[in-house]
């Protein structure tokens, strides 16, 4: 008689266990449960208009109309766009050259005579694009007609630096190396050259400046030259964004 009470009492006991258990995986089942809702986010990022201002350049020049030969500086091209070319030298002067009889001759342009006395050429790139951008120059006119004639630009170290000036100061500061790079030296005849090159896949938002060190006119061979005025002789810049 106790066995069976007893068998009974464990039988009982066996069913109240598994029925806590079961219970307790309902509720665990219940916790576990994911519930997942939305909140909309209604925003509209713009960019600051024509990309944010467009500063002034380092030894500016100073008529943004004419060039004075012997006063030569940075000339603004007042920019309304945030990408394009900011400033340029207005003109290299190079005066009356007497060649040599014989061999290779240099002949250096005259420089800004205000500022830090260089040659800079500006690219504003403030559309915070990410495809990269390349600036070339070529040289054009009669001279391309002379053989072995070159221009020599180039700030021997290949640095481009960021102008974050105002328009009416230009400031300098270190460019970020992943952003842009640019040769060390610069020879410009009938093909363009590659002067600055905005990487692809940096986010580009700033005005990058390549100071273009002494300017020479370089003449390869002096025996080859004929004389005349080539004064309507010019660099063309050429910037464009990467495809």
């Known amino acids: 008689m106790d066995k069976r009470k007893e068998k009974k009492r464990m039988n009982k006991s066996l069913y109240l266990l598994g029925l806590l258990s079961l219970i307790g995986l309902s509720e665990a089942s219940i916790?576990?449960?994911?519930?997942?809702?939305?909140?909309?986010?209604?925003?509209?990022?713009?960019?600051?208009?024509?990309?944010?201002?467009?500063?002034?350049?380092?030894s500016a020049a100073a008529n943004f109309v004419s060039s004075d030969p012997e006063n030569p500086g940075n000339r603004s091209?007042?920019?309304?766009?945030?990408?394009?070319?900011?400033?340029?030298?207005?003109?290299?002067?190079?005066?009356?050259?007497?060649?040599?009889?014989?061999?290779?001759?240099?002949?250096a342009a005259k420089l800004p005579q205000s500022g830090d006395r260089k040659f800079h050429v500006g690219v504003k790139a403030k559309n915070r694009d990410t495809a990269g951008?390349?600036?070339?120059?070529?040289?054009k006119g009669s001279l391309t007609e002379q053989a072995g004639v070159t221009l020599e630009i180039g700030n021997g170290t290949g640095e481009v630096k960021v102008n974050q000036g105002d328009a009416e100061t230009a400031q300098l500061f270190a460019a970020p190396i992943e952003a842009v790079s640019a040769p060390k030296n610069i020879s410009v005849g009938k093909t363009e050259?590659?002067?600055?090159?905005?990487?692809?896949?940096?986010?580009?938002?700033?005005?990058?400046?390549?100071?273009?060190?002494?300017?020479?006119?370089?003449?390869?061979?002096?025996?080859?030259?004929?004389?005349?005025?080539?004064?309507?002789?010019?660099?063309?810049?050429?910037?464009?964004?990467?495809?």
């Open 77 to 107: 091209n007042q920019l309304q766009a945030a990408f394009g070319l900011a400033y340029q030298p207005d003109i290299f002067n190079f005066g009356q050259v007497v060649l040599k009889e014989k061999g290779e001759q240099e002949i």
């Open 193 to 243: 050259a590659l002067v600055m090159q905005g990487k692809a896949g940096a986010i580009h938002n700033d005005v990058y400046d390549y100071e273009l060190g002494e300017v020479t006119l370089k003449i390869a061979d002096v025996s080859q030259i004929q004389a005349g005025d080539y004064s309507q002789s010019s660099l063309q810049w050429n910037l464009e964004k990467a495809p």
């Open 133 to 139: 951008w390349t600036l070339k120059v070529g040289l």
């Open 31 to 58: 916790y576990a449960e994911e519930s997942k809702e939305e909140t909309s986010v209604n925003v509209h990022i713009a960019t600051p208009e024509n990309g944010g201002d467009t500063p002034a350049p380092p």
